[in-house]
């Protein structure tokens, strides 16, 4: 059993005034495994207060200093990966495979960071005057559970390649991952006060970062329905906000796709983190003159899909987070199967021999765009095939969405696969891959899909003001 008892304010673990616990699971068994203290609005306010005393020295550090901060946070946690690899996997119901990955990536954010900084133009001179790119101030950061590790990482090196200091609200079902990283923070040697991190729930410690005048932006990952909220209230003291929101990501395989490619990528794609993923694709859009070959496909490549023992490397997908988001996984397979849908693969319930949080891998076919399997972000492994006549309508099925986070495209054709990414409303189009590889490219999305864009240099953008000095 962990107990998780300190937060970590102004460079220290101190106990927090807040007396609220949280109850810590392993997904996998659904066996209580830990408790953590959460912080309250004394807490929240003490390191805020921290945060800003310790940025009227550090906005004020060089770019080398900050550098060095950024090199030594990836080092620490390179350190620590065989640590934070078993807690993910513990706690969050990781396949150790997909979280050896994660763990790295959070780690590269810092050296891409610092790579961007070091190309970018915090000054800039004009004709008749010089722009300053200066630090917002303090940055509030709520990250969510699903992968907890990089949304803190990616949220915090931006924050210090700026010159600003952060308060992180993570997930309070990440706990005992949290308290692993943030002992990494510690190690790195970061100045007292920088780094300040508030266990705790969002209407308690979130309500608090976004109201409070002395924040100067809000960054949030998380649904939109939440997000929306944060907006709204950040807007009463004109924070700046960055949201990275909800997606329900559309797939458009085309005519002249390689089947035996594409649906095992397909697969890969909606499956993606367990499903609890914003970018996962989960609406699969296919020719209806090939819906039977692909079903059968689907059903062939569905036992490639390993789901079980997470330690396995071949494991692909893992348990829902907690006993609430397997019940709302289980009220979206009902919907969709009370709407019409026909469940190809999958279905209510767990998977054989499991227990825990496990849900069954479902595909529905037969699916129309007005159904709520097709329409809500789920987060679980959910997938819905939808099928069209015309190019046409496929991007008519991709954008008829309240979001616009991620699109994916399958064609043997990479020009055509292009001209139709450009008709997707998306913040990313992906063609015939799964994974983005150029870091340099901006992360985040249309429509109520979020506002602001993360990674390189954006990434630092969002946390810093222009000013105009002019003679």
Not at 26 to 45: C, F, M, R, S, Y
Not at 375 to 387: A, N
Request: with cysteine; net charge negative.
């Amino acid at each position: 059993m962990k107990i998780i008892d300190k937060i970590y304010v102004n460079g220290q673990f101190t106990a927090p005034h807040g007396t609220e616990t949280q109850d810590l699971y392993n997904p996998a068994t659904g066996e209580k495994i830990g408790i953590v203290h959460l912080g309250d609005q004394i807490d929240t306010d003490q390191a805020i207060e921290s945060a800003k005393t310790a940025f009227l020295t550090f906005s004020k550090s060089t770019l080398k200093e900050r550098g060095e901060i950024l090199q030594r946070l990836h080092d620490a946690i390179l350190a620590n990966e065989e640590a934070l690899n078993n807690a993910a996997v513990e706690e969050y119901g990781s396949p150790i495979s997909a979280t050896k990955g994660r763990t790295r990536y959070a780690a590269q954010i810092f050296l891409d960071t610092k790579a961007a900084m070091e190309g970018f133009e915090f000054e800039k001179q004009l004709e008749y005057a010089t722009i300053v790119n200066e630090p917002l101030g303090v940055i509030a950061a709520i990250t969510p559970w699903n992968a907890d590790y990089t949304h803190i990482c990616g949220k915090l090196a931006p924050a210090i390649a700026a010159g600003c200091t952060i308060v992180i609200k993570p997930s309070e079902l990440s706990a005992i991952q949290t308290q692993i990283l943030t002992e990494c923070f510690d190690q790195a040697g970061v100045p007292n006060g920088v780094i300040n991190i508030v266990n705790g729930t969002g209407p308690v410690v979130g309500a608090v970062m976004t109201a409070h005048p002395d924040i100067a932006a809000v960054t949030f990952t998380g649904s939109t329905q939440i997000g929306r909220l944060i907006g709204s209230k950040a807007a009463e003291t004109m924070k700046r906000v960055t949201l990275e929101l909800g997606g329900k990501s559309p797939n458009i395989i085309l005519e002249d796709a390689d089947l035996q490619k594409a649906i095992p990528l397909a697969l890969a794609i909606g499956f993606s983190n367990s499903g609890q993923a914003c970018h996962a694709g989960t609406r699969i859009i296919v020719p209806e003159s090939k819906l039977e070959e692909i079903k059968k496909l689907i059903v062939e490549n569905m036992k490639n899909i390993k789901i079980g023992d997470l330690w396995s490397a071949e494991s692909y997908i893992g348990p829902m987070v907690s006993q609430k988001q397997y019940d709302t996984v289980q009220r979206y397979i009902q919907s969709g199967w009370d709407q019409g849908a026909e469940i190809l693969v999958g279905g209510l319930g767990h998977p054989e021999g499991l227990g825990g949080f496990y849900a069954k891998p479902t595909v529905f076919v037969n699916v129309e765009s007005n159904m709520i399997i097709a329409k809500e972000e789920i987060f679980g492994p959910v997938l819905c095939v939808i099928t069209y006549k015309t190019e046409e309508e496929a991007i008519n099925i991709a954008n008829d969405t309240i979001y616009g986070l991620s699109a994916y495209i399958s064609s043997g054709n990479a020009e055509k696969a292009k001209q139709i990414a450009r008709q997707i409303i998306s913040g990313r189009v992906l063609i015939n891959t799964a994974v983005n590889r150029e870091s340099k490219a901006p992360f985040g999305g249309f429509k109520q899909s979020g506002i602001g864009r993360t990674s390189w240099a954006y990434g630092i953008e969002e946390y810093v003001e222009p000013k105009v000095i002019a003679l």
